[in-house]
T-cell receptor, first 116, second 108 residues
């Protein structure tokens, strides 16, 4: 168990550019979540996958945001035409959901995005 | 999902028990109570969760009232490394939604 890995750790971009983040979940975890967190706030849910299927998307996720999880393994989160308001920490989490008993999410260290 | 109410901040002396309260008066029968914490610049870390019964693990104890409308996270012997933001979350079948949490400061 190597934990949830996110890459890059930091990203600085100019407004209007596209950025892509990657998340490698814990091996065999079937669920993968994306959150966004701004300073002083708790993480905000963006979207999650069960295997390769994207099951839920928050209203926070505008059309400029897209997430994929091909083959149910790693996931990417792309932001097109970045805006300064997109500056935040983007967190990924994974879990092994096996029915009843609750669900533990394991988080990565996040990608800190700064849009200039 | 039911909403939760937590105090914005708390202090605790090192070596003492830290008791973090959480109100969730609208909790439904199938919703679990979860606790996570977040140390500065890191992702949230799972602590413990429960449905009805009190739970204990190597990190903490979770006490849930009989009517399930509130709970308390107990760190039995707080250390300086326990300084963090602690999130209480109530969740059923939907996504895990975080509030603002309680900022716990453990003081020497």
């Amino acid at each position: 168990d190597t934990g949830v890995s996110q890459d890059p750790r930091h990203k600085i971009t100019k407004r209007g550019q596209n950025v892509t983040f990657r998340c490698d979940p814990i091996s065999e975890h079937n669920r993968l979540y994306w959150y966004r967190q701004t300073l002083g706030q708790g993480p905000e849910f963006l979207t999650y996958f069960q295997n390769e299927a994207q099951l839920e998307k928050s209203r926070l996720l505008s059309d400029r945001f897209s997430a994929e999880r091909p083959k149910g393994s790693f996931s990417t989160l792309e932001i097109q035409r970045t805006e300064q308001g997109d500056s935040a920490m983007y967190l990924c989490a994974s879990s092994l959901q096996q029915g009843m008993g609750g669900e533990k999410l394991f988080f990565g260290s996040g990608t800190q995005l700064s849009v200039l | 999902d039911a909403k939760t109410t937590q105090p914005p901040s708390m202090d605790c002396a090192e070596g003492r028990a830290a008791n973090l309260p959480c109100n969730h008066s609208t909790i439904s029968g199938n919703e679990y109570v979860y606790w996570y914490r977040q140390i500065h610049s890191q992702g949230p870390q799972y602590i413990i969760h429960g449905l009805k019964n009190n739970e204990t693990n190597e990190m903490a104890s979770l006490i849930i009232t009989e009517d399930r409308k509130s709970s308390t996270l107990i760190l039995p012997h707080a250390t300086l490394r326990d300084t963090a933001v602690y999130y209480c979350i109530v969740r059923g079948n939907n996504d895990m939604r975080f509030g603002a949490g309680t900022r716990l400061t453990v003081k020497p």
